[in-house]
Nanobody, 126 residues
């Protein structure tokens, strides 16, 4: 049974930093492209960042480029999202997702992903 479990969310002031993690189990983690998405109240699911199976190619939404960093540790079956210079508009539930086929040209398309975590809340206060 595949499980993706996010952790590390919380409340932070604008300008602060937070790191969220996603621990995977039940799959061969190193075969999967991994992505982070977020969903704010009343809005659709939005791509944040993606990383290929090896960890040497990363992709970011324009809204977070230069502030967020995605990384993975295949030995620990974990993907991370380091978030710096947080803004109130970054407030959302953050989800990690796994894509077996590794369609990097579709890394920002949430329909590409096979498995999803339950999400972790990130709240940035002004």
């Amino acid at each position: 049974q595949v499980q993706l479990v996010e952790s590390g969310g919380g409340v932070v002031q604008a300008g602060g930093s937070l790191r969220v993690s996603c621990a995977a189990s039940g799959l061969t983690f190193s075969l999967y492209t991994m992505g982070w998405f977020r969903q704010a109240p009343g809005k659709g699911r939005e791509f944040v960042a993606g990383i290929n199976w090896k960890g040497d190619s990363t992709y970011y939404a324009d809204a977070v480029k230069g502030r967020f960093t995605i990384a993975r540790d295949n030995a620990r079956y974990t993907v991370f999202l380091q978030m710096n210079s947080l803004k109130p508009e970054d407030t959302a539930v953050y989800y990690c997702a796994a894509d077996l086929r590794g369609h990097l040209e579709k890394v920002a398309d949430h329909t590409t992903y096979d498995y999803w975590g339950q999400g972790t809340q990130v709240t940035v206060s002004s």
